[in-house]
T-cell receptor, first 115, second 111 residues
Framework: DVKVTQSSRYLVKRTGEKVFLECVQD?????MFWYRQDPGLGLRLIYF???????EKGDIPEGYSVSREKKERFSLILESASTNQTSMYLC??????????????FGPGTRLTVL | AQSVTQPDIHITVSEGASLELRCNYS??????LFWYVQSPGQGLQLLLK??????LVQGIKGFEAEFKRSQSSFNLRKPSVHWSDAAEYFC?????????FGTGTRLKVLA
């Protein structure tokens, strides 16, 4: 059974803290994605990666960075958390190839609250 | 610009009734289209997808969707809704190297 796991289901942080969200997939997928999900806005792409040590900005990269040191792991970093980054964060992965028509497999999400 | 519109934010149906969730897209070429479902507290799960060929696509859990190029639509249907179908549903179109998601439709099922 394919699996995308995220390190935390719920996280509470304070403004200004550095926050790490971890995502691991066991499907040997080359492509990995980070989205944030907000009511009424759907899913918005923050960053994605097609290979180890490779990253590309999505639609809303401001305030975020990512790290992909190993194929199975894709980390989202909030350098200095702010209250407007309170959201649900979803990680996804998809099979090899740059074609975006491959099915994306999603993790359960991390609900981050920044106080 | 590429976009996806789900005009219904909330839909309520009775258990056993039929269901149709609307999705309209804007895309220059032949689109790749998806429907995902998100149950409470869960990630997204693929229901079905359309790439080409037969415009009526069958998916999991008894869902189907019909691609209508003339209407730029890809509506999701189910003939008889079960209480376990209560969830949020997302339509997506594949843009250049990435998905573009609609804002979602939340389905409530009455017993």
């Amino acid at each position: 059974d394919v699996k995308v796991t995220q390190s935390s289901r719920y996280l509470v942080k304070r403004t200004g803290e550095k926050v790490f969200l971890e995502c691991v997939q066991d499907m040997d997928h080359e492509n990995m994605f980070w989205y944030r999900q907000d009511p009424g806005l759907g899913l918005r792409l923050i960053y994605f990666s097609y290979d180890v040590k490779m990253k590309e900005k999505g639609d809303i990269p401001e305030g975020y960075s990512v790290s992909r040191e190993k194929k199975e792991r894709f980390s989202l970093i909030l350098e200095s958390a702010s209250t407007n980054q309170t959201s649900m964060y979803l990680c996804a992965s998809s099979s090899p190839g740059r074609e975006a028509n491959n099915e994306q497999f999603f993790g359960p999400g991390t609900r981050l609250t920044v106080l | 610009a590429q976009s996806v519109t789900q005009p219904d934010i909330h839909i309520t149906v009775s258990e056993g009734a039929s269901l149709e969730l609307r999705c309209n897209y804007s895309y220059g070429a032949t689109p790749y289209l998806f429907w995902y479902v998100q149950s409470p507290g869960q990630g997204l799960q693929l229901l079905l997808k359309y790439f080409s060929g037969d415009t009526l696509v069958q998916g999991i859990k008894g869902f189907e969707a019909e691609f209508k190029r003339s209407q730029s639509s890809f509506n999701l249907r189910k003939p008889s809704v079960h209480w376990s179908d209560a969830a949020e549903y997302f339509c997506a179109v594949v843009g250049t190297y990435k998905y573009i998601f609609g804002t979602g439709t939340r389905l409530k099922v009455l017993a």
